[in-house]
Every structure is written in structure tokens, then in C-alpha cells.
């Protein structure tokens, strides 16, 4: 499909059912469907009342610590040769990602729904550590659903989890890694009906989520919009973010989406390579398909079964993604490209050594790309890239690969 | 128009019984054995047969229904070879009627036209597909009913009187009454609320409700058989499947008389409870 001629603009969806173009809506079975209902309107109640965009504000300046800074990446630039590339600094956020801007949309709203238990799941963990800290700051009770093998291989963010007062389970169940700790939830959600909130981390799941995680991270692009304004006076040339789930993009992406001028890529993890089989780039080599609540891109075999994602980065090892991508791919008007484990080991390699900034290996994927896309571009160009996390949690992982500290 | 399903359900009302409806996996342990145990089920007492389209992430499910299914998809099975399932099935018996149940993927993945005609040729009367509420209806719901098949809708505790006539809206054959707000498998419901929740379903449509989800035992089944039109067991069956197995996963010959003796066993319950006929 090609961009049409005939749409105004691309930030007004989805429609009242939840769906963009053909992606997103409510798929869930019909002990939920009155809940997600609920939040619906909760959320469309929340948003219209300055109160609670005012407790947003506040708690968003001083407590996640924004507006995180653009920076720019002055070595990095002078590496790749071309384009001028700023970072959009959301690992300085408080937790170390762009999650927790989400997290606290959704926990200011459960409380104004009266909910007193809230569940998460998580990958790499940094939703799992946001939902652990914001449930610790307002005293809610917490329990983080996460994969086993995710578990084993972010290990400081499951202890970052357990000091803040959350009870973690892992998930022995499927693949044992994201998609599977998002069904756990689910069971949890449709068991615990009364108090509980489900806080889902990317802009995934059943409508309203997709919608309400892209409002709540769009603080990313609106504020980097406004940045680069007032530092270059003009608007950037190109905008890049991984993609997982999706959310971290979207918040980058959203605003900017009907400024044709600007490019935008989303950097999906390509594990092994694409042609390998195993990665997690559900766009390049997935199709549309239903799970978790929405229709959207999905790894699956020819009989719609799930396929296992793979890829080095926890937070990207996800057989789908965000519906607002899927249709925005399928629109044209974001162009969806994929990174390798290796690349993005090199690109954390790099950052770190260029800049003194150890990303988060998410990141990294967008990062590796954006090199090679500055790379082709003249000097006056001017580049975004959304640095979502930092790399803290990493390192661990990372060592493993590089056979070691030394 | 009439299917099985309803002449089933007619049959019994008018014998003044509940009827038992029972779940297995599709291919599950294999599709031979899968076989053998549902051609087994009329006998022991199944009035209707529940049959589970394995997938790999079924997000209302319990570990038991759960294990069912990727030992299903471990065996091999397809959607296509649920559909050759119960085309061998219904070449023996022409008038159990057939459900099958479980989520969206597969189905609009094998292609939903396609999928409606293969599964009204092969001699399914009814649909359950757990993640399709009335709101996505356009997907599959209306044009099953259109290629004459039933698809039956799953009410919960969660689904006030505000909301039953949506669900109920589009909902044939029966109406699945979840006994509790949860996954498959888990507590045992309390039986008084669950009459309750049958008589307000009831005040709302005529159709027959069946109520799942903890039916363990045979006392069990009585319980509910006294207050709902149908009983559905489900988990404990593929438990039965699981615990006949040999240690390698591989079916024993205990496989299908375990199911089979069970199934038995929850029959007498249905049947100890005589209801005014129909």
C-alpha cells in the first residue's frame, strides 16, 4: 500500500472501536471486555480533567526528572560523517527509560478508578522496575510478571525490582520471555477482576492501551519538537527509535507524524539476521495476525501459531508490535528497518566509547542504523535519535558476549 | 435454521435432563488417540463435544488446558487436521453435536471464509472463540451464523445486565455460562451464586445456558446439572489425558478408558438430577 492522497492527517486515530486502519482492537475474552471498557472511559474522563494533567505535569518534572535533555552528539556525528544526530536523552529519565512516563499516566489514572493492585509484565525490565517505583511512591501493591529466561539474563533489574517492594513472578510457561509473561498477566487480570489495574508497558494490547501508552510517551516527541526548535530553529530532517512493542517510537514518532518533511525510522530488532529465522522483527517478517488483544503485525508459522522471538535485547524480544505501527508501516509513512544482535553490540560499543553514554541495548538497535543513515546524509541534515534507556542493566549480558571485562 | 445443537438440547429438555458437555484437545496426545477418545465420548455420557483448537498462547487458560495444547501442537496438529478430525469423527456419528473452541489466530490465519466452509462440511455445528466479544463481531460471529453454524458466546460474572443483551445479541445454540471470573481449571465456583447467575442469564433469553469452568467431579456436575441446562467439563478431562501418559508424553493403553471412565463417572452425576420436562 502507498501513502494516501486523500488522508489529512495521521495522528487522528484510532477510531471509537479502537482500530487503526485495520489494526488494534479489542480482542479479549469477555470477562475482560467490560474492564477495558472502564478504562476507556476512566481515560477519556481522566484526560479531559485538568486535575489530573496537572498531577501529571508535576510528577513528571519532578519526579521522573523531565524534560529529559536533547543532546548533541558531537563524536558520534563526527564518526559517522554526515548528518548532525542528537540524542533524545530518555535514559536520564528517573528509572533509566522512557517506561516510567507511562507508568505514571496509568497509575495516577488506576487510582483515580480506585484500583489497589496493580500487575505488570515486562521483558528487560524496565517497565517491571518503572511499575516497582511508582507503585512504591504511592504505596500500591505490585507484582511484575516476567519471563524465566528474562529473569536470568537482567538480573539487576530483578533485584531493582525486590528492593522496591514488588513481587516478581517468572513465567516457566511458552517461550518463557515477554509474550509469555504478558499472557500470565492477562490470566492474573481475568482471575483478579475487582482491584486489579493491568499496567501494560508498550502500546500493545487491547484498545484503550495502544492509544493511552502512545499519549502518555508522546511527551518524548513533543518535547524534542520543541527542543530542536529553539536549538536549530527549525525542525529535524529525520527521527529514529527501536521498536519493540513500540512505545518509546511511537512517543518519539506521534508528533511529528504530520510534518511531511520529516523521516522517520523505526529500527526493529533483526537477532541473527532477518533470513535467519530468528529475530523479532515483526514488520519485516511477520504478518498481520491476532494476539493479546489486538490485530497487528505478528511472527507466526503458516498455521497462525506464535513464533518465539529472538533477539539479544529482553525488551525487543517480542513476536509483535504496536497497531498504530503496523498500520503506519502498511500507510507508508514510517519506514520500518531492522538491526542485528551484533550491530547493536557495536553500536553500544560505540556510543559508550564516543560519547560516555552506555545505552541500553534497545537503543542500541536505533543507534546502529542511525550511523549508517547519517552516514548518507549532508551536513545540515538534522537527526533525532531516541535514546530510551540506558544501559546499566546490560552490562552483564553484554560482558557474556564480549568474552569478558578485559 | 436448526442444528444438532439445538435438536440436542430439545431432546434433553424434553427428557427433563441437563446435558454434559465435555472438552478435549484437539490432537492431543496425538491425533489417533485424539480420535479414539472423542469417538469414545457419546458413549460415556458426552452429550456434546467440545473440541480445543490448539494454540500457543491461550490467554484465558489454565496450566491443564494449557499443557493440552502444545502437547497437541508437539503431536503436530493443525487447524486443518482438527477439521479432518471431526470429518472422521461425524462420518460414525451423525448426530453428537460438534463445537470447537478456542481463539482467533489460527482461524483467520486458515482464512475465515475458507475456515466456514471446511468446518460446515466437515460437520461442526458451533463455534467458541474465547477472544472475540460481541464488539469484534464483524470478524467471524456474523458470518458463521450466515454459513449456519451456531457460535456461542461465553457470559462471566463480570457481564452485568447492561451488558448481557450485547453478548446475547448474535449468540446461538447455547449460552456458556463461566462460572467464575478466572482461567479454565481453576476453584471450584460456589454453586449458589452460579443459579443465581443461570436464572439472570435466563431472564434475559431463551436459549439453554451451559455452565463451565471447575467442574471437577461428579457432585460437581450434579450441583450445577440442578440449576443450568448443561454442564461443561473440560480441564479435568485433559488432566485425565495427561496423567494416563507415559513417561516420554507418548499415549498408553489407559489413554482413552481413563477419559472415558470419567466422563462416565460426571455423566452419573448429570443424570441423578431429574428436571421438570420440556
Known sequence: MTLQQTLNSFRTGPDETGHFGQFGGRFVAETLMPLVLSLEKAYAEAKADPHYQGEMKSYLTHYVGRPSPLYFAERLTEHAGGAKIYLKRDELNHTGAHKINNVLGQILLAMRMGKTRIIAETGAGQHGVATATVCARFGLKCIVYMGAVDVERQKPNVFRMKMLGAELIPVTSGSKTLKDAMNEALRDWVTNVADTFYCIGTSAGPHPYPMMVRDFQSVIGTEARAQMIEREGRLPDSIIACIGGGSNAIGLFHPFLDDPSVEIYGVEAAGHGVASGLHAASLTGGRPGVLHGNRTYLLMDPDGQIAEAHSISAGLDYPGIGPEHSWLHDMGRVKYISATDQEALDAFQLLSKLEGIIPALEPAHAIARAVEIAATKPKDHLMIVNLCGRGDKDIFSVAEHLGGME | MTTRIDTRFAKLGAEGRAALVTFVMAGDPDPATSLAIIKALPAAGADLIEIGMPFTDPMADGPAVQAAGLRALAAGETLAGTLKLVREFRAGDQSTPIILMGYYNPIYIYGVDRFLVDAKSAGIDGLIVVDLPPEEDDELCKPALAAGLNFIRLATPT??????????????????????????????????????????????TNLPVAVGFGVKTAADAAAIAAGADGVVVGSTLVDAVRHSLDANGKATAKTVESVVALVKNIASGVHSVAKPKK
Not at chain 2, 447455547?174 to 481449571?185: K, L, N, Q
Open chain 2, 159 to 204: 457481564t452485568d445486565d447492561a451488558r448481557l443483551p450485547k453478548v446475547l445479541t448474535n449468540t446461538s445454540g447455547f449460552v456458556y455460562y463461566v462460572s467464575i471470573a478466572g482461567i479454565t481449571g481453576a476453584t471450584t465456583p460456589d454453586f449458589g451464586k452460579v443459579a443465581t447467575a443461570v436464572a439472570r442469564i435466563k431472564s434475559h
